[in-house]
């Protein structure tokens, strides 16, 4: 008689109090978390594939990775709880609020992070090539999450946020391969047009850097105040370039001189007094 009515006394407590109720909650509150973490990991997998069939930069991969992982566990843990009765509004709230407060806190760094995803997602530009942005030159060394490391023509390291790279313009002399080095040389009017366009061709083709395909070019380009422009256009590669530049200014000022064609500079004249 005893163990019926303590039996009975265990039965109206757990109906009185809910237990059972509670302790489905509490179950299938553990089966969504058990679920929900392993569905997360999936799912990270998963886009990690997606973004390295894509040919994106590991280091994102990884950021965004993370950063996924770790919305889908909230989202995960608040559905969770909210299953045992907790109010997770005033929760979600606090999650609002801190999020406002550190994204201010860091506009500029979640600008460069926005300007680095885009750059390491559409790709404008990639390590090795040569481009030219923000009013500086030089060679891509490393793309980072937040930074781009250039190294200019002088050999010097240039630090430029991803924020203002991203939404300024940029020229990529290395993308399609082949650069024209423009020039321009002028002449005195008393030259001959034809021999000069020959002496400035000669300096081209024999140039072992200058490309033959696309030709070089030289034509007249101006009929200036005290000279004749010829616009010479050799073309080479991106590594080639500045050797053409150079070589080029340097050969053709030598044939210039051997032709006997003269390159016009101010004279002085001295005007002598009668006395």
């Known amino acids: 008689m005893e163990t019926q009515e303590y039996t009975e006394t265990i039965l109206n407590f757990i109906k009185e109090y809910k237990i059972m109720d509670y302790a489905f909650k509490v179950v ?19 886009t990690q594939k997606l973004m390295n069939a894509r040919g994106i930069d590991i280091t994102l991969q990884k950021f965004l990775g993370d950063l996924i992982g770790w919305a889908l566990k909230i989202l995960v843990f608040i559905t969770a709880i909210s299953q045992v009765g907790v109010e997770t509004t005033s929760f979600i709230a606090i999650l609002g609020a801190a999020g406002l407060a550190v994204g201010l806190a860091l506009q500029g760094s979640l600008a460069n992070f926005a300007g680095g995803a885009l750059i390491m997602i559409f790709k404008p530009f990639k390590v090795g090539d040569l481009i030219e942005a923000q009013g500086e030159i030089g060679t891509v060394k490393e793309i980072q999450i937040f930074v781009t ?14 924020g ?59 009929l200036a105040d005290s000279s004749v422009n010829f616009a010479v256009r050799p073309w080479a590669t991106p590594a080639d370039y500045w050797d053409v530049y150079f070589s080029t200014v340097e050969a053709t000022k030598y044939a210039l001189d051997a032709a006997g064609i003269e390159i016009p500079y101010p004279h002085q004249v001295e005007i002598q007094k009668k006395g």
């Open 28 to 46: 299938a509150a553990i089966l969504i978390l058990i679920i929900g973490l392993w569905l997360s990991k999936k799912i990270v997998k998963i």
């Open 149 to 162: 490391k250039i190294i200019s023509p002088g050999n010097k390291l240039l630090i430029i946020p991803n």
């Open 164 to 222: 203002t790279l991203s939404n300024g313009n940029i020229k990529n002399y290395t993308e399609l391969g082949l650069l024209r080095v423009d020039l321009t040389f002028g002449v005195s009017y008393d030259a001959d047009i034809k021999k000069t366009k020959e002496v400035l061709m000669k300096v081209l083709t024999d140039n072992e850097k200058v490309l033959k395909d696309p030709a070089p070019s030289v034509n007249v380009s101006e």
